[in-house]
C-alpha cells in the first residue's frame, strides 16, 4: 500500500530560525513529488515540485531535496518568518496509476 | 482574477438532509477533483473529472455524486447516505488529468452536519 509518512507532526521554532521537514514514502513506482503549504482554514498552495531526476529545488526561502534511492524528502525553510506558520504536506505521485498519496502533514508554528 | 472558487466557506445541514458544495474555475483546465480532509488524516480523493461529461470514482465516493456538465463547474452532492459529512472540502484543478500535472486547490468548505 502506498504511504506518506511526515515528520515531525509538529514544531514550534522562533521567528528568524531555520528548520526542515522530513517526508519518507513508498510510492512506487515514483512520478512525482510536491510540498504544499495550506494556512488554518485555507485550501494548499503549491511550493514545489520534483520529479525522479531532481534532487533539489528551491522557491525563496523553500528548499526541497529528493532522495529516490531511499525515498526521503526534505523541506528546508531558512529564516522563518511569522506568515510561515502553517501545514506542509507532502504529496507523491504513483506512474502508472496516476494517483496521488498525501502524507497528514506537519504544523509549523513560528513565534516572535 | 483567475482561479478556483468555492461557495459557500461554512455550510451547515441537519442529519438526512443532502447538500451541493460549489466548485468553479476559471483556469480553462480540463481536470477536476473533489477531496475531503479531516483532522490527523492526508487528503482523500472523492471523485475526479478529466472532461465534461465524465467522471470517475475516487477512494471514498460512497455517498457522495458529482456532475461536470461545464468544463468550469463541478459540483458535489453529499447525500444523506454518507454516514460521516462533517469534513473540509477541497476543490481542485489540473490542465489535463494524470498525476504529472500540478493541482491548484479552492480555498475549502467546511460542511458541518448535526
Known amino acids: 500500500k502506498n504511504q506518506v509518512e511526515q515528520s515531525p507532526q509538529s514544531l514550534i521554532i522562533l521567528e528568524g530560525k531555520n528548520c526542515t521537514l522530513q517526508?519518507?514514502?513508498?510510492?512506487?513506482?515514483?512520478?512525482?513529488l510536491r510540498w504544499y503549504k495550506q494556512d488554518t482554514g485555507r485550501g494548499p498552495v503549491s511550493l514545489t515540485i520534483?520529479?525522479?531526476?531532481?534532487n533539489t529545488k528551491s522557491n525563496g526561502r523553500y528548499t526541497a531535496t529528493l532522495d529516490a534511492d531511499t525515498k526521503q524528502s526534505s523541506l528546508h525553510i531558512t529564516a522563518s518568518q511569522l506568515s510561515d506558520s502553517a501545514s506542509y504536506i507532502c504529496?507523491?505521485?504513483?506512474?502508472?496509476?496516476?494517483?496521488?498519496?498525501f502524507g497528514t502533514g506537519t504544523r509549523l508554528t513560528i513565534i516572535p | 482574477d483567475g482561479g478556483i472558487t468555492q461557495s459557500p466557506k461554512y455550510l451547515f445541514r441537519k442529519e438526512g438532509q443532502n447538500v451541493t458544495l460549489s466548485c468553479e474555475q476559471n483556469?480553462?483546465?480540463?481536470?477536476m477533483y473533489w477531496y475531503r480532509q479531516d483532522p490527523g488524516q492526508g487528503l482523500r480523493l472523492i471523485y475526479y473529472?478529466?472532461?465534461?461529461?465524465?467522471?470517475q470514482k475516487g477512494d471514498i465516493a460512497e455517498g457522495y455524486s458529482v456532475s461536470r456538465e461545464k468544463k468550469e463547474s463541478f459540483p458535489l452532492t453529499v447525500t444523506s447516505a454518507q454516514k460521516n459529512p462533517t469534513a473540509f472540502y477541497l476543490c481542485?484543478?489540473?490542465?489535463?488529468?494524470?498525476?504529472?500535472?500540478?493541482?491548484?486547490f479552492g480555498p475549502g468548505t467546511r460542511l458541518t452536519v448535526t
Open positions: 517526508c519518507n514514502y513508498t510510492v512506487s513506482p515514483f512520478s512525482n
Open positions: 473529472s478529466q472532461i465534461v461529461n465524465d467522471f
Open positions: 520534483m520529479t525522479f531526476s531532481e
Open positions: 481542485a484543478s489540473s490542465i489535463q488529468g494524470g498525476a504529472s500535472y500540478e493541482q491548484y
Open positions: 483556469l480553462n483546465h480540463d481536470a
Open positions: 504529496v507523491v505521485a504513483d506512474f502508472g496509476n496516476e494517483k496521488l498519496t
